[in-house]
């Protein structure tokens, strides 16, 4: 006599390989996943509601935790809600210098997904390699502000501070020696017979059931959704600038794969062009110099009565948007990251709401992972490139 | 001195206890434990940069059982919390804990509802690794200065005695 | 006026109460009742064409009244517009709408947060559980009458 039951099993929350602290509770019959229910809340923070206790610029750091690989992306989308807010214009070098650290950050944050995805799937070295080129972007990030993963460089109205003198050059030779490193990635995996059979139709998703299930980023561009935020509703001048947005086009994870190989180069690309546009702009003309947002100059200060005033205000209160609000949304290296900030006049926000890609491309893993086998759920994890603190907050 | 002059110089005498120390501190297999952004630095310590496996810890144990020191990294969050405790309890003696980063020592930035105020409130940390997050060297400060607390401490007399103190008291 | 503001003032016109430009970006304000409706309109209307969910915020007035209210943000690939849809929930007490999940799925992990953060039902949704917070904790944390260093 036969009975057979199915088994309910825990990965996570402690597992070498759910990058970080997610639990997915998978119910299986034998290697075969009847069900994957994601348990997340972890990693929950609060920090939505630590914002509305805030002022704007002290929000500031909260927003560079959120997905802690491109740290400095989120506060990129954040300044650009306040800007959009306050009806502000952000002069062209910040810009420039703006995208250039949002690709140098993407690259990172894809290496970073490229070393940890091989790693846990078996390929170990792919690790080692993706991460000697990481520690040279960090160190660009270093010398901006002196962190590496956490560097606060942007503010609300443009930048802390024009770049340091050896940013350039040091730049420039990250972007020349990229490409050739990034054939060595290509050498290791692509054409790996185990990467296919590990990678090849797992966790399928049609253009349909993309758009559906809210996905975006390489996930939906790797569905074949001709979509990228910077092209198609661009934002802090990435209309002159000049990539290709690659697609896959079976939806599955070794197409994903490929689409953020690729996106490794465009952005490197964008990197390139950012630092030709920067020798053609004034230095040091790096915020906007409007009152509501930047300190005035300090004979100002001192002699004029108004001027005195405004300081401090912007000191003792901080930043005092109108009310209203405002949805912004930029293409983080997860997908759309979104802020959502309501504003009641007052120098804390009224209600922030992070739009976290990562919580929503998640949200279809018992989709994907239903009738797959049990080793093809590290890899979905892998796939969907989640950090724990975009999808916890 | 002594026997070593009358071998020649290549035989080595020393001390049991800081024979055991010595290979206690040089092989200290930490778990995975990596909870948010503390974590990626921690990964950097043990990757080609910073290698941690200079000091022999780059065998990262998926199992409490077979790991030695827990670093924490990370903001530990409450309903995380009972997944730790039952890891602490589950790695096998000798353990040592390492807070590493802001949130960890004391729950760093995050003083909200749901963050615990720091690890220490409920497991015996033994080295606290300020900063949010501490560079790669800083985390490799902290385990030098746990090694050199290992080492003090000759078969760990010292730390069991108060240990049992402790859970007397308890009782 | 935008499309959708169009569209809605030519399908649904007693259950928009405002439209509002403000910054390039539309936001209209409509009555809770028939919410799923008038989702699947802008969705399924060519001229609009709003088949992507970005996001659903919970949101909380206090101490207005109404004081609950929920914000749908839409993206249009074809347009490559956005719109804000906004609405304010009639109870208080126990704030509840219709789950729009048959609309889009991708909404369902959205409003399980926000009824784990906000405590505001979706009549409707498959499986309505808390999502962030342990499954035994008591309170909502996101509303404004909750301390931000816990109970």
């Known amino acids: 006599m036969k009975r057979t039951e199915t088994m309910l099993l825990n990965l996570g929350p402690s597992h070498p390989s759910t990058h970080g602290v997610l639990r997915v509770l998978l119910e299986l019959d034998g290697e075969l996943i009847l069900r994957a229910d994601p348990d997340i809340g972890y990693l929950h923070r609060g920090i939505e509601k630590m914002c509305e206790y805030r002022t704007y610029h002290r929000c500031m750091p909260l927003m560079n935790r959120l997905d802690y690989l491109a740290g400095e992306v989120n506060l990129f989308g954040f300044c650009l809600a306040m800007e959009k807010l306050l009806g502000i214009e952000v002069p062209k070098r910040a810009q420039y210098i703006r995208v250039m650290l949002a690709e140098l950050t993407r690259i990172a944050s894809h290496l970073f997904w490229l070393g940890t995805h091989g790693h846990d799937l078996g390929a170990m070295t792919p690790l080692f390699y993706a991460f000697r080129e990481r520690e040279k972007i960090m160190d660009l990030c270093e010398m901006v502000s002196g962190a590496r993963m956490f560097p606060l460089y942007f503010r609300i109205g443009g930048l802390a501070a024009d770049l340091p003198e050896a940013f350039i050059p040091a730049a420039w030779e990250f972007v020349k020696s990229f490409p050739e490193k990034h054939q060595d990635y290509h050498s290791l995996l692509t054409k790996n017979e185990i990467w296919i059979e590990r990678t090849k139709d797992v966790g399928v998703m049609t253009a349909d059931e993309a758009l559906d299930w809210g996905w975006s980023g390489p996930m939906a561009r790797g569905s074949g959704i001709n979509w990228d935020l910077r092209r198609d509703n661009p934002y802090s001048s990435y209309e002159e600038f000049d990539f290709v947005v690659p697609l896959g086009k079976n939806g599955d994870t070794y197409d994903r794969y490929l689409v953020r190989m690729e996106e490794m180069l465009q952005a490197n690309r964008i990197v390139r062009q950012a630092l030709e546009k920067l020798a053609d702009t004034p230095p040091g003309d790096i915020k906007a110099k409007d009152s509501r947002v930047s300190l005035p100059p300090k004979d100002a200060v001192y002699n004029d009565i108004a001027g005195l005033i405004n300081h401090f205000k912007l000191i003792q209160e901080g930043i005092t948007p109108p009310v209203g609000e405002v949805y912004q949304c930029i293409e983080a290296p997860k997908g759309e990251m979104g802020f959502y900030i309501v504003s009641d006049g007052s120098p804390q926000p009224f209600r922030l709401k992070i739009r976290g890609p990562s919580f929503i491309n998640l949200s279809a893993m018992d989709k994907l992972a239903r009738g797959r086998l049990l080793a093809d759920s590290i890899a979905l994890i892998g796939t969907m490139d989640i950090v724990l603190a975009d999808v916890d907050r | 001195m002594g026997i070593e002059e009358h071998l020649g110089y290549n035989v080595l005498t020393t001390t049991l206890e800081k024979l055991v120390d010595w290979g206690r501190k040089s092989s200290l297999w930490p778990a995975t434990f990596g909870l948010a952004c503390c974590a990626i630095e921690m990964i950097c310590t043990a990757a080609n940069r910073w290698d941690i496996a200079r000091f022999g810890m780059e065998a990262f144990r998926a199992s409490p059982r077979q790991a030695d020191v827990i670093i924490i990294a990370g903001t530990v969050c409450k309903k995380m919390m009972p997944p730790i405790e039952r890891i602490y309890e589950q790695m096998t003696e000798p353990k040592w804990v390492i807070a590493m980063g802001a949130c960890a020592c004391s729950g760093g930035i995050f003083d909200s509802y749901a963050v615990v105020q720091g690890i220490d409130n409920y497991l015996p940390v033994d080295v606290y690794v300020p900063g949010c997050p501490p560079r790669p060297e800083g985390l490799l400060y902290g385990i030098l200065k746990l090694h050199e607390k290992i080492l003090q401490d000759p078969f760990l007399t010292k730390r069991y005695k108060e240990g049992l103190a402790l859970r007397q008291e308890a009782v | ?151």
Not at chain 3, 78 to 92: I, Q, S, Y
């Open chain 3, 1 to 151: 006026m935008s499309q959708a503001a169009e569209l809605l003032q030519e399908k649904f016109p007693e259950e928009v109460v405002e439209v509002t430009e403000f910054r390039g970006e539309t936001t209209i304000v409509v009555k809770p009742g028939r919410i799923v409706d008038i989702c699947k309109a802008l969705r399924d209307d060519n001229r609009t064409s709003y088949r992507y969910l970005s996001m659903i915020a919970g949101l909380d007035y206090l101490p207005q009244s109404p004081r609950f209210g929920v914000a749908y943000n839409l993206y249009s690939h074809k347009n490559k517009n956005r719109v804000t849809l906004k609405t304010l929930l009639t109870d208080d007490a126990s704030p509840a709408i219709d789950s729009v999940v048959p609309v889009w799925s991708t909404a369902n992990w959205h409003e399980r947060e926000a009824y784990d953060m906000m405590g505001i039902r979706f009549r409707g949704h498959p499986d309505l559980r808390r999502i962030l917070m342990p499954n035994d904790w008591v309170g909502h944390p996101q509303r404004k009458d909750y301390p931000l260093r816990g109970k």
